[in-house]
């Protein structure tokens, strides 16, 4: 997905030494989101966690969408033109609807509810993303990756995965990266990271292990769910630092409550992000920008898809100011 903000921020993301969390909640941050509109005249609204500026990453990711249930005859969903990416893995996740994906690999998915699709950017990708017309509600989350500094310039890549659920105490859970409760995902990430959708029962709880080195982040689709002594509600994220090897989730509805739960170890690189691009320098950005600009072969063709390309933004002249994780209380 691209960010089509007509003016996006131009952000330099500190390395996450610590984690962090108010001193007045037992070890959960929670984040709330803003709303962006993703573009054209119906524009559809998605609701944005990742980055803000309390928190820029939880372990490699470093941006994170989440949108619908939305009707796509009301708004038209997401078309979305060929757009480029550098330096990150985008991953696309649907509770409902279809999407159509197109990309200069020669990839053409489709993106269906309970199925992976992740997109390996490195020194240049382009994609399209347009909305199907078989199912009139979207319904999902898009989320990066940061790709460390060693693998940024990776030779772009296209996986699908479709994860079988799992059942553990009252939560089915379906492993999309990395490994939770006894599932892994083959799918490659360039740093250790975990994706995983979770339902849970009414009224139901599970316990999980995790990796102590990780830190996470739970973002609540459906219902309001208590993450260890927090609860959060929908659209909202609790972020718990690394250090936690066992964790709690309580299922305060009655009815179904669905969460993604993210994690990672702590980044410690820091990166710039603007518009679709992740580097580490404002040159570096200024130099992908212009590429796309000038068509050059950085990027590759989509093809098939009925329109024009997605011109970048004007580039602001200003002094990239750091925005790093707050220091642990």
Not at 177 to 205: C, E, K, M, N, W
Request: with cysteine.
């Amino acid at each position: 997905m691209s960010n089509v903000e007509t003016e996006p921020a131009e952000l330099k993301c500190g390395a996450a030494v610590d984690g962090g969390h108010p001193a007045d909640t037992p070890g959960v941050e929670v984040l709330t989101a803003r709303e962006v509109p993703l573009g054209g005249p119906r524009a559809m609204l998605v609701r944005r966690t990742l980055p803000q500026r309390s928190r820029t990453l939880i372990g490699a990711w470093c941006f994170a969408d989440h949108y619908g249930p939305d009707d796509t005859a009301t708004t038209g969903g997401m078309t979305v033109p060929p757009h480029p990416h550098t330096g990150l893995q985008t991953v696309s996740w649907l509770f409902s609807g279809e999407i159509e994906h197109r990309d200069s690999l020669g990839s053409h998915a489709l993106i269906r509810p309970g199925e992976l699709n992740l997109m390996t950017g490195g020194y240049g990708i382009a994609h399209s993303e347009v909305s199907t017309g078989r199912v009139h509600v979207l319904h999902g989350v898009q989320l990066w990756v940061a790709l460390p500094g060693e693998h940024r310039n990776a030779p772009r890549a296209f996986e699908h995965y479709a994860p079988a659920p799992i059942r553990v105490d009252g939560a089915e859970i379906r492993v999309f990266l990395g490994s939770l409760a006894g599932s892994t995902s083959p799918v490659h990430t360039f740093t250790p990271l975990l994706g995983a959708q979770i339902v849970l029962d009414p009224r139901a709880s599970v316990t999980l292990a995790l990796d102590a080195s990780f830190e996470h982040g739970l973002l609540v689709d459906s219902g309001d769910i208590r993450m260890l002594d927090t609860l959060l509600h929908p659209t909202e994220l609790g972020y718990l630092p690394d250090g936690t090897d066992l964790m709690t989730l309580r299922n305060a509805s009655d009815s179904a409550a669905r969460a993604i739960l993210l994690g990672g170890p702590p980044f410690g690189e820091e990166i710039v992000m603007w518009w679709n691009f992740v580097g580490r320098s404002h040159e570096d950005i200024a130099r992908a920008r212009e590429d796309w600009e000038t068509s050059s072969d950085r990027f590759g063709v989509v093809r098939g898809y009925p329109g024009n390309r997605l011109p970048a933004p004007a580039l602001p002249n200003a002094t990239i100011l750091p925005r790093s994780n707050p220091p642990r209380r």
